[in-house]
């Protein structure tokens, strides 16, 4: 059906960068929103950024000014530039497509979430 692949993850100091990306392929009719995710050790999973087809875009608190989201909808990929990061960012970073496909010609799955399978972030102080 659908593959979401993420890349893009390591290790950095406090205050570098890093880039996420999150490429979904498979029978994809049409991709409605598109965001990143993180959780940390003991801790629940949480929204980071979300961006719509149309280019909205929406953060958490502790990211605005520091995290940009992204897409190229001809790639069906979605991107998350992250900026000035801290130990506190420190998770696995998921991302996560409301996608429409098709199983077969003429059959389509109704719009549902598919995940990626993490990506590690972690910030050395």
């Known amino acids: 059906q659908v593959l979401l692949v993420e890349s893009g993850g390591g290790l950095v100091q406090a205050g570098g960068s890093l880039r996420l990306s999150c490429a979904a392929s498979?029978?994809?009719?049409?991709?409605?929103?598109m965001g990143w995710y993180r959780q940390a050790p003991g801790k629940q999973r949480e929204l980071v950024a979300t961006i719509t087809s149309g280019g909205s875009t929406n953060y958490v608190d502790f990211v605005k000014g520091r995290f940009t989201i992204s897409e190229d909808n001809a790639k069906n990929t979605v991107y998350m530039q992250m900026n000035s990061l801290t130990p506190e960012d420190t998770a696995v970073y998921y991302c996560?497509?409301?996608?429409?496909?098709?199983?077969?010609?003429?059959?389509?799955?109704?719009?549902?979430?598919?995940w990626g399978q993490g990506t590690q972030v972690t910030v050395a102080s």
């Open positions: 498979g029978n994809i009719v049409s991709i409605n929103t």
């Open positions: 996560k497509m409301q996608i429409i496909c098709t199983i077969e010609p003429g059959i389509q799955i109704p719009m549902r979430d598919y």
